[in-house]
T-cell receptor, first 114, second 109 residues
Framework: NAGVTQTPKFRVLKTGQSMTLLCAQD?????MYWYRQDPGMGLRLIHY???????AKGEVPDGYNVSRLKKQNFLLGLESAAPSQTSVYFC?????????????FGPGTRLTVL | QKEVEQDPGPLSVPEGAIVSLNCTYS??????FMWYRQYSRKGPELLMY????GNKEDGRFTAQVDKSSKYISLFIRDSQPSDSATYLC?????????FGSGTRLLVRP
């Protein structure tokens, strides 16, 4: 988890509330991504970014929005939270050239939507 | 059918055993194959990655890829209690990783 931080670590929301998860990295990595992990399942890609100012949809993008205004930050937004969005969210980064020698995940954000 | 299938386990072995973890996949376009270790309540940690077919060894860990069978394996030799974790396989599809569901491994002292 070197160099990748996620804020907050835990959060409880009520249905319909909004929130933003922040991923920050200090490694100057081009690629950043957001995954969710549900019990008994692997990680599923929500959105990703291949550089500052760019974003793209992943496997499960509905109900989420993202922004990458600064290279070091990747924000994940929930406009109107639903219980189905209860999950653990992981941010990841990857170095230039999509190098797996430089790939890291953050420690995760545990989100509960009541 | 999921693109990547992985037996969820749990797999329980005695200390010192050789562990074999496996994944199958359906997309022949995958080129990179990864194995991650994830301790409870932590983020995934990349253990090894392999490009295309073949073997790769790193200490007690060996990764194998058989593209003709769409089958990948991770072997852990001389397993230790500290190896107890969930192991996730993943495959690369155009800047996107497709993960298996993970196999829980418990190494008993």
């Amino acid at each position: 988890n070197a160099g990748v931080t996620q804020t907050p670590k835990f959060r409880v929301l009520k249905t319909g509330q909004s929130m933003t998860l922040l991923c920050a990295q200090d490694m100057n990595h081009e690629y950043m991504y957001w995954y969710r992990q549900d019990p008994g399942m692997g990680l599923r890609l929500i959105h990703y970014s291949v550089g500052e100012g760019t974003t793209a949809k992943g496997e499960v993008p509905d109900g989420y929005n993202v922004s990458r205004l600064k290279k070091q930050n990747f924000l994940l937004g929930l406009e109107s939270a639903a219980p189905s969005q209860t999950s653990v969210y992981f941010c990841g980064t990857q170095g230039a050239g999509w190098s797996y020698d430089e790939q890291f995940f953050g420690p995760g954000t545990r989100l509960t939507v009541l | 059918q999921k693109e990547v299938e992985q037996d969820p386990g749990p797999l329980s072995v005695p200390e010192g055993a050789i562990v074999s973890l496996n994944c199958t996949y359906s997309n022949s376009a995958f080129q990179y194959f990864m194995w991650y270790r994830q301790y409870s309540r932590k983020g995934p940690e990349l253990l090894m990655y392999t490009y295309s077919s073949g073997n790769k060894e790193d200490g007690r860990f060996t990764a194998q890829v058989d593209k003709s069978s769409k089958y990948i394996s991770l072997f852990i030799r001389d397993s230790q209690p500290s190896d107890s974790a969930t192991y996730l396989c993943a495959m690369d599809s155009s800047y996107k990783l497709i993960f298996g569901s993970g196999t829980r491994l418990l190494v008993r002292p």
